[in-house]
């Protein structure tokens, strides 16, 4: 596979953390390394968009479900959505 | 540092809502978790329950797909631990099997379960964490 020499900025103490890895021998060099990671997060961006190719586009609604349900980072206007969602589930219960 | 996001175990609804499409929760959700390398677990009974539920050969067609997803983990019953899901499906779910095998994957690996809110009781009774379906 034909490689690129680059330059990149890494926090101190991931670099740490990769040195460490490769002198316990999970990899050859830190390059090797740091391109696994990249070619794992490449192969995950390229599995999300087929799954959203067959099924999406998602709404934003649907969205701020998806990620508080992921515990992924949420989004300014997520915080609206849920109440809504939320609501939404206490119409549906049964009065006592 | 970002500390790496847990899984989640899903329970027959949560896998019935990606397989049929009736909600576009599930699919954006099983998005979300692929792309931040998350795992979802889907225990073997809730797979089987789940198709039994489907009637269409499509959405069983989605069911499979969804299950084939680079994030998907399939957990396997073991007979060792039968007696205890026996108990298990006993004591909190009426009898059924795949609400157990949900509750002790998600007991075990420490992820909460996708259900409905009408059978999240059970799951917080045997010990789970429950994610409500919208």
Known sequence: MA?????????????ARVRTAVEDGQADTVSAYISEAAAQRVARETRAGEIERRWGPFSAKALAWARKAAG?????????????????RAARRPTA | ???????????????????????????????VMTRQGSAVAVPSTVRARAADHLAAAAELAELDWFCAAGTVLEVPLAAADAAELDQLAKDHFRGEIAAAHAALTARRRGWPVITTEGRAAGFRAAGADVELLP
């Open chain 2, 1 to 31: 540092m970002i500390p790496a996001p847990g899984g989640r175990v899903l329970d027959v609804p949560a896998l019935l809502d990606a397989a049929a499409g009736t909600t576009e929760y599930m699919r954006a959700w099983l998005a």
């Open chain 1, 3 to 15: 490689t690129k020499k680059i330059t990149i900025t890494v926090d101190d103490a991931v670099l």
């Open chain 1, 72 to 88: 992924a980072a949420p989004e300014p206007a997520d915080t609206a959505y849920l109440a809504e969602i939320e609501a939404e």
